[in-house]
């Protein structure tokens, strides 16, 4: 949805006024399981790119916490750590999110995933899967600078004694995504347009590709001006809402588990 919704140009089957719109038309149209498309890319990207985020993450956090403010929370460090822990899990995300994203485009000609991957090798080269990787880390760094930061001042307020609170978690982890997705939806229009190089908008690119934050920002103004800066908003919201709240609710649990485990050992021995 977040993706038809940020379409500059859409075919006029493919204008849709809201999400529950959006949502209606597809499944009535195109088959219930048309807005599942990139699921399987999307799991497979998610798992690697997971791991080396919150890894990194916590590794950074406690190290530079302990050198700005020793023994305390410091939300320099904490998003400063995320925008660290960003440059790993894009690098690893961004070519999933490129067959993704053209997987879920209006009349998309991929049926299969595979099918995606190669043609956008032969016909763009292995470039075409890094196009939007600066765009992405422009976008991605101040949304997890902002995420980062939301959730620990959240979990300061709503769990100062910071245990494992899951209804803590998932209410921090929700509002800190919805902040961070509204606030960066700009960058994110113009991240859509690099990954899926909108047919339609490409009418106003002399180069016939588009490429470049930069670039990506001039079309997208040329296109729709200010107002397409923010298409897909509420979609962009409603999808990082849930989408944060779970992986923050899942990584605290297993968290708990093996940092109960872990003092368990330490008490056995």
């Not at 999307?42 to 700005?68: Q, R």
């Not at 509002?175 to 960058?187: D, E, I, N, Q, S």
Request: charged share 15%.
């Amino acid at each position: 949805l977040q993706t038809r919704m940020q379409s500059l140009q859409p075919e006029p089957a493919a204008r849709y006024r809201n999400v529950l719109e959006a949502l209606w038309r597809i499944v009535q149209t195109e088959g219930v399981w048309r807005p599942m498309r990139g699921m399987n890319i999307t799991a497979t990207g998610a798992g690697p790119a997971h791991a080396l985020y919150f890894a990194c993450y916590e590794k950074l956090k406690k190290t530079l916490s302990d050198v700005i403010h020793a023994g305390g929370n410091s939300h320099v460090a904490n998003g400063a750590a995320g925008c660290v822990a960003t440059l790993l899990h894009d690098a690893a995300m961004n070519p999933a999110e490129v067959v993704k994203q053209r997987m879920q485009m209006y009349n998309s000609p991929y049926q299969r995933v595979t099918d995606c991957v190669r043609t956008v090798w032969r016909n763009e080269g292995a470039g075409a899967f890094y196009r939007s990787y600066t765009t992405q880390l422009t976008m991605n760094i101040p949304f997890q600078a902002i995420h980062f930061m939301t959730y620990e001042f959240l979990q300061e307020q709503l769990n100062p004694h910071r245990q494992y609170n899951p209804s803590s978690h998932m209410v921090s982890g929700a509002c800190a995504g919805a902040v961070a997705a509204a606030a960066t939806t700009p960058l994110d229009v113009c991240k859509t347009l690099l990954n899926t190089q909108e047919s339609l908008a490409l009418s106003s690119n002399i180069s016939g590709h588009i490429t470049g934050m930069a670039n990506a920002f001039r079309t997208v103004y040329q296109v729709g001006g200010v107002t397409a800066y923010f298409r897909g908003v509420q979609a962009r919201v409603i999808y990082q809402m849930p989408s944060t709240a779970i992986a923050w609710s899942v990584y605290e649990f297993f968290k708990y588990i093996l940092t109960k485990r872990q003092e368990e050992r330490r008490a056995g021995k």
